[in-house]
């Protein structure tokens, strides 16, 4: 069985990472068909297949040029759908840039992943009612950055579900989100959600 969403607004969370990197915004679609992810010690770099109105379309390779492997992840489109996202963000080197070192992704079916390497501060996506139309963030020799488009499923205020997304110093050392024990759910906000109109 596959999802209509309602209404043409979509919900912008995150970016989950660091600050360094170009900045990049695939926009929204009706669906994800596939990721491909090419990491490492980190993650090297990522790219999407979506869906548009039955077409399939290609993002660029966000990240650079390095892959010790590579995995695909094939959702089972329509029926198979991204609802959340979920990984860890840390320095790959002392005193450098905060990446994102592994992700996870979960479908409306099961999960995939973890891919990288699961050191660092954990980050994850809280929320039921909703599938992922989208990605944005940040990229250069790899992934710095990831947050994503979400398309409600359900006739609800899905901000009320979101964990607000963090921004962490350049050496990954802001203290009160290092405790690998901190669960993002006890701060919920809205802070920097937005809503998107249907591409």
């Known amino acids: ?5 309602y209404g043409n ?3 912008s969370v995150g970016p989950w990472g660091g600050q360094s990197g170009a900045r990049w915004d695939d ?10 992810i090419c990491h490492g010690a980190t ?14 379309v290609w993002s660029e390779k966000h990240g650079g040029p390095g892959c010790l492997k590579t995995n695909k992840i094939k959702l ?7 609802v959340s996202i979920s990984g860890h963000c840390s320095s790959l080197v002392e005193y450098g840039p905060v990446l994102v070192r592994s992700l996870m992704f979960e479908s409306n079916k099961k999960k995939y992943g ?3 390497i699961q050191y660092g501060t954990y980050f994850s996506i809280p929320m039921t009612g909703g599938k992922i139309v989208g990605f944005h963030g940040r990229s250069s020799w790899y992934l710095d950055s990831i947050g994503v488009f979400l398309m409600p499923l359900l ?11 963090r921004n962490y110093n350049t050496n990954g050392t ?6 690998d024990s901190y669960d993002l759910e006890d701060e919920l906000n809205v802070g920097n959600l937005e809503t998107r109109d249907q591409f």
């Open 155 to 165: 006739q609800r205020n899905l901000s009320d579900n979101f964990a607000a997304p």
């Open 43 to 56: 993650i090297d770099s990522i790219r999407f297949e979506y869906d548009k109105r039955g077409s399939s």
């Open 174 to 179: 802001d203290e009160k989100y290092r405790d």
């Open 9 to 11: 607004s979509h919900i």
């Open 1 to 5: 069985m596959s999802y209509e969403g």
């Open 114 to 116: 973890p891919f990288g």
């Open 76 to 82: 089972a489109h329509p029926d198979e759908y991204l």
């Open 27 to 36: 926009g929204v679609y009706n669906t994800v068909r596939q990721v491909v």
